[in-house]
């Protein structure tokens, strides 16, 4: 092989594993997914939430990356309503990569008005990076600068946040790795994953007169080093059981995104196109699918449990 293409191919694997360590995932949807970001919200609305997501980015190019993610709260009754516990498991494939995380949550909460609750939370991850030789054509196998067989390793992580919710404003604030892990894969290849930082928050503004209601919201995350805003709003129509939104977000030199969604038979379901505004192209964009469930889950009451819609902010 060419030594060209020798040094082409190395710098596009150290590339590769530079970005993916910068970013956490950036969903579209983030309101839908808020526990992804920050392990505080789990059990502060008195519910089981069951969110998860299926998401394309850069659709198009080869080997682009696909994302799935399943989390689950609820309050933890048995000890006392302050009491929350989360699960969650997500999944990254880009290209020769695979990170797998699964998350176990912890948030006490605490209210703070009538109905206003503030929780902090933690979460502990076991993290896992494997490198896939499959995608890899190599003329010399024998070559010590790429896996033959694929490599993997493994990583203890953790994370912090804290949440203020109230049933027309939330708030939040979390870090995302706090260890700054090292994997070590196959004793060879090293991922450096450095601390992540998310601030969001949104509110619901009921309009007068109507069945209409608008939930503008954003997101800031940051690695001190760079930085990512996104500010979305939804507008949303709810009677009895019907339920259905629609909403614009942008994030400034980055995106533009497009959601839509609704209630159905007691599910959420909804669908975003993220289109990027420079770089990789209109129709290159990112698609995602996100579905959710809620339910009432006080065990102490008596009867079967009420179905509520899922979370809108």
């Known amino acids: 092989m060419n030594h060209r293409i020798w040094t082409s191919i190395v710098l596009l694997v150290a590339c590769s594993l530079a970005v993916r360590a910068q970013w956490d995932v950036q969903f579209s949807d983030y309101t839908a997914l808020k526990s992804f970001y920050n392990p505080a919200v789990s059990g502060t609305d008195g519910r089981l939430n069951v969110a998860a997501t299926y998401s394309m980015q850069t659709v198009g190019y080869d080997d682009a990356p696909n994302t799935i993610y399943v989390g689950a709260d609820l309050p933890v009754y048995f000890l006392n309503p302050h009491h929350g516990a989360g699960l969650s498991f997500f999944s990254d494939n880009a ?49 010590p ?11 203890i992580d953790m994370g912090v946040g804290l949440y203020f919710y109230h049933p027309k404003l939330w708030l939040g ?31 619901n503004i009921k309009l007068k007169n109507t069945l209409l209601s608008l939930q503008p919201s954003f997101l800031v995350q940051s690695n001190m080093d760079r930085w990512r805003e996104d500010v979305q709003c939804k507008v949303a129509y709810e009677k009895d059981e ?34 990027y505004t420079s770089g990789v192209g209109l129709i290159n964009g990112s698609h995602e699918l996100v579905v959710g469930y809620q339910t009432d889950l006080d065990l102490f009451k008596k009867g079967r449990n009420k179905h509520k819609s899922v979370r809108w902010l």
């Open 95 to 143: 290209g020769i990569f695979t990170t797998t995380r699964i998350g176990l949550q912890y948030a006490y909460n605490l209210k703070v008005s009538q109905k206003g609750r503030l929780a902090v939370g933690v979460l502990g991850v076991m993290m896992s990076e494997k490198i896939s030789s499959k995608s890899l054509n190599i003329e010399e196998n024998n070559d």
């Open 145 to 155: 600068a790429f896996p033959t067989s694929g490599a993997k390793g493994n990583k």
């Open 173 to 203: 604030a979390s870090a995302q790795h706090l260890l700054a892990p090292t994997i070590l894969m196959d004793r060879r290849y090293e991922l450096e994953v450095p601390r992540m930082y998310y601030l969001m928050g949104g509110c």
């Open 242 to 275: 019907k339920r259905f939104y629609g909403g614009v977000g942008y994030s400034p030199n980055t995106s533009v995104t497009f959601l839509v969604g609704g209630m159905f038979h007691g599910i959420n379901v909804g669908y975003n196109y993220q289109m």
